[in-house]
């Protein structure tokens, strides 16, 4: 029998992301055997994020104040703006060094069948900061299909926009996630981004034959 306080701690962690209940207890037990030298800054850890960590105004990214360190740097470019699904892949983009814009965190998907709607994701605050500044917006969503349903809603909203509107080459797989993808790969889909099909319709550069 497993103690109930033990219990419950393996459950909180066997509910994160890629771990189950095996590797939830695996862990409990190395915090416990290492509990005098992990356990303290562990906790410690955790009540400064819980009590110092904001969500940027901006963006969406995650810092330790208003605006995040991404937003207030000068030398980003913030005529570009890159759009993605949640920070784990705005982190997957930053470790590549690759690009200098900006970002937009929508903070996930359009899901009929998870009942997500444009007014739960920061489609809104995206499209407001479309002011006249931004130039290029480059699409960097998971390839899924709710990631290219919510590309093609926020399309349909800026279809009139001169804006330059270009996604991640195919270098990302099909149903790939970036969070997953080693940083070669991001940083070559970056730099070979394409122009989406709406925009290059719209400018009458595709052969509908």
Wanted: charged residues 25%.
């Amino acid at each position: 029998m497993i103690d109930p306080d033990l219990d419950n701690l393996i459950t909180h962690f066997s509910k994160l992301p890629g771990l189950g209940q095996r590797s939830a207890r695996r862990i409990v037990l190395h915090l416990l055997k290492k509990q005098q030298s992990i356990m303290p800054p562990f906790i410690q850890s955790l009540e400064n994020v819980s009590q110092n960590i904001k969500t940027c105004s901006v963006c969406g990214n995650l810092g330790t104040s208003e605006t995040c360190a991404i937003c207030l740097e000068d030398r980003r470019d913030a005529s570009i703006i890159c759009v993605v699904e949640d920070v784990s892949d705005l982190w997957a983009l930053e470790r590549t060094h690759s690009f200098k814009g900006r970002y937009h965190v929508l903070g996930g998907t359009l899901s009929a069948l998870d009942g997500v709607r444009p007014e739960d994701l920061r489609i809104d605050s995206f499209l407001k900061r479309l002011d006249g500044t931004v130039e290029e917006i480059i699409f960097a969503l998971n390839v899924t299909i709710e990631g290219q349903i919510t590309v093609h809603y926020i399309m349909d909203k800026i279809h009139d926009s001169s804006i330059k509107i270009t996604r991640l080459a195919h270098g990302v797989p099909v149903g790939g996630e970036l969070d997953y993808l080693d940083d070669g790969t991001l940083s070559t889909a970056l730099e070979s981004r394409q122009p989406m099909l709406g925009e290059a319709m719209h400018k009458g550069v595709v052969n509908e034959d």
